[in-house]
């Protein structure tokens, strides 16, 4: 089933997922995952099969992993918070 998630609720997705689960395995189950970025959109599958560990222990783990191979403009401008106003 195809989903759409925004990048803030990435981590409850990933936490759907049971652990440890091998990154080829990951990326496979979330394949048909959108991650809604605040520029634009990408595979979630896709950004998983990017990472470099073979092995993940948790969400939060695998989530640091997607987190790095995203580019910087995805989540938003260079140094600035959404809690600042």
């Known amino acids: 089933m195809?989903?759409?998630v925004k990048y803030n609720r990435v981590e409850s997705v990933l936490r759907?997922?049971?652990y440890p689960i091998?990154?080829?395995d990951?990326?496979?189950e979330l394949d048909e995952t959108t991650l809604v970025l605040a520029?634009?959109?990408e595979n979630l599958g896709g950004l998983?099969?990017?990472?470099?560990?073979?092995?993940?222990?948790?969400?939060r783990d695998?989530?640091?992993e997607v987190n790095n191979v995203l580019p910087r403009e995805a989540v938003g401008e260079p140094y600035q918070s959404e809690g600042e106003g």
């Open 16 to 18: 759907e997922l049971s």
């Open 48 to 59: 998983i099969a990017q990472t470099d560990q073979e092995e993940y222990e948790s969400a």
């Open 2 to 4: 195809t989903q759409r």
């Open 39 to 41: 520029e634009g959109e």
């Open 62 to 64: 695998l989530e640091t």
């Open 26 to 28: 990951a990326a496979i």
């Open 22 to 24: 091998l990154r080829e």
